[in-house]
């Protein structure tokens, strides 16, 4: 190759490295979150670090989302401008500031560094941070520090949470106009807002002045804007691990000597120590996982395994439920099936009881008849007898008194065999008595004095308790032979015990006819009282009576419409009632 023609390629070459070189050497500067208050504030200081740095060019980058910084951002930028609040995304940046804006006036109007709240001026109802409660909110974006996140720290300072405090909550992109448009107009409640905003937006004419008013107002700090919460730094100026030493000095001293824009300027050593403080109490940037050390934080951490474990213990409780169920379902059934196999037994005990009194009965009947058909002969020979020894002897008996009264005590007494063999007939047979009116006090007397004639006088005592004349239809003979054994039954049991009281007898006309025989003495237990009252056959007349028991007592009751009934008074006292089911009215 001719070396005219390498020389001009070398040098092409060169050329184009240098011109390579030159743009690797750009000052790329990131801008997080900005704001359009500061733009003119950023742009001094970007044609201040241009002139330091020529010939390298100076570029301005922005970067919408802090959320989305990661490690590869501090390769690639040299220097930052960021809002405090966006530095809790970069850890690692928190030592690398080099200056903050700051006011360099008494009259703030440039870099907004606290929150300020507003409402209407015509809305009086509104005079403090409790009086927002249920109310529309307009705010700034939420990871804005002049705006809410400082007035989110106010809240929270008076034991007041945002969560669920406010009906609604709009987050706007830009402030000015959109926020004061919807206070004014009534779309919003409240605008939350960075300060100076208001000072600003009313110096530009964009709000009339005044028809905004501050709540909550702070009057103690540098500035002369008016805000609702403490003042925490505004914009600061960092460089990243990319940028040398020599850079950032060089940076350090350009920025600090230019000169102020609406009042703002940067400065050196800022107090962060308020800032940090609202990260705290806020849980923010570095102290995030204050978050994951609360129980709350816990459960969500592991809510998964929460949830599992609620199910499993919602599962198990409705399976206990569902065994409770069962097992007293079951118990249930089992006591019913208990008492039904209970009822069948007594109804089978019932019955067994019904087929013996139908056999004894029927064993009574039949002996019955052989008695009555034995006695009537030896009873109509002693009849002739008597007969044939008052023909023969009738001058004697005359003559002879004592004579005389026993012949008649004999017809009388084969009188009364006669008639009650007629009964016992009757009663084998099952031949219904002819029922008519009778007095239940003349059978009562009437029994009384059988059994005084048959057991004598001292045997029966009696003491009469109610006696009213009532009368029933009935068979008169088969109603004296059920009261004649209940009180030989009663004079049996009281004579049993030295000392007993007499026996009662009363006679009551309402609600029912009833004849009540009441004694003391040796008397039976409840569950002999039971049987009693059951038609148990194997209980017998404890007096002898005529040999017929307490069931056949209870029958002979039945077939006259009436019932005994037995029941203990106390503990030595037994009352048997002889019960009617209609009454007749007394002539």
């Known amino acids: 190759m001719p070396k005219p023609l390498y020389s001009i390629l070398l040098s092409l070459v060169f050329i184009c490295s240098a011109a390579q070189a030159e743009v690797k050497g750009e000052i790329l500067i990131g801008l997080i979150d900005s704001d359009s208050v500061a733009s003119d504030f950023i742009r001094s200081t970007v044609e201040g670090l241009e002139k330091s740095f020529s010939p390298l060019p100076v570029r301005l980058e922005k970067i919408p989302n802090s959320s989305k910084l990661h490690e590869f951002t501090l390769n690639k930028y040299d220097f930052l401008i960021s809002s405090p609040a966006s530095l809790p995304a970069l850890p690692e940046m928190q030592n690398r500031i080099i200056a903050s804006a700051g006011s360099s006036a008494s009259n703030n109007l440039g870099l907004p560094s606290g929150g300020t709240i507003l409402v209407p001026s015509k809305e009086r109802t509104i005079q ?11 705010s700034t974006l939420p990871n804005d520090l002049a705006g809410w996140l400082s007035i989110e720290y106010e809240f929270k300072k008076r034991g007041l949470s945002t969560s669920g405090l406010f009906k609604r909550v709009d987050f706007v992109q830009h402030p000015i106009p959109d926020i004061f448009n919807q206070v004014l107009t009534g779309a919003a409640d409240a605008a939350f807002l960075p300060s100076c905003l208001l000072e600003r937006a009313e110096s530009l004419q964009i709000i009339p002045k005044g028809s905004l008013r501050v709540i909550n107002e702070k009057t103690v700090g540098p500035t002369s804007c008016r805000r609702s919460t403490d003042l925490y730094p505004g914009l600061v100026f960092l460089s990243t691990p990319k940028t040398t030493l020599e850079a950032s000095k060089k940076a350090a001293l ?10 703002t300027e940067w400065i050196n050593g800022a107090d962060f120590s308020k800032l940090h403080e609202l990260l705290r109490e806020l849980q923010l940037g570095p102290y995030i996982y204050l978050r994951n050390n609360g ?23 409705i399976n206990e439920r569902r065994l409770n169920y069962l097992v007293r379902k079951r118990t249930v059934e089992i006591q019913e099936m208990s008492e039904h196999n209970l009822n069948l037994e007594k109804e089978l005990s019932s019955t067994r009881n019904k087929i013996l009194t139908l056999e004894h009965s029927t064993i009574v009947s039949e002996l019955s008849s052989l008695v009555v058909h034995e006695f009537k002969q030896p009873l109509a020979s002693i009849s002739n007898h008597i007969n044939i020894l008052k023909t023969r002897c009738n001058e004697a ?15 009388k007494g084969l ?11 009757a009663y084998a047979k099952d031949t219904a008595q002819p029922q008519r009116r009778c007095s239940l006090l003349e059978i009562c007397q009437k029994a009384i004095d059988d059994c005084r004639f048959d057991k004598g006088d001292s045997y029966l005592n009696v003491r009469w308790k109610t006696r009213e004349n009532t009368e029933v239809l009935g068979a008169s003979d088969e109603l004296q032979l059920v009261l004649l054994n209940l009180l030989k039954n009663a004079a049996a049991a009281s004579n049993k015990k030295t000392g007993s009281p007499p026996i009662t007898i009363s006679i009551k006309n309402k609600p029912q006819p009833c004849v009540e025989i009441e004694n003391g003495g040796q008397v039976p237990d409840e569950q002999q009282v039971k049987e009693m009252n059951q038609n148990v056959v194997h209980l017998k007349s404890t007096s002898g009576g005529l040999g017929i028991g307490v069931a056949l007592i209870k029958k002979l009751a039945e077939r006259n419409h009436a019932l005994v009934f037995y029941e203990l008074r106390g503990s030595n006292r037994l009352l048997a009632s002889l019960i009617f089911k209609e009454r007749l009215d007394v002539k």
């Open 128 to 138: 403090d941070l409790s009086d927002l409660r249920g109310k529309t909110v307009a």
């Open 254 to 263: 350009t920025i600090l000597a230019l000169s102020p824009v609406n009042g």
């Open 295 to 317: 129980v709350i934080a816990f459960i969500k951490a592991h809510i998964f395994w929460f949830l599992g474990a609620l199910a499993l213990l919602i599962f198990l409780i």
């Open 397 to 411: 008996l005359n003559d002879d008194e004592l004579s005389e009264e026993s012949m008649e005590a004999v017809e």
């Open 415 to 425: 009188e009364r065999i006669g008639r009650i063999l007629n009964r016992v007939r």
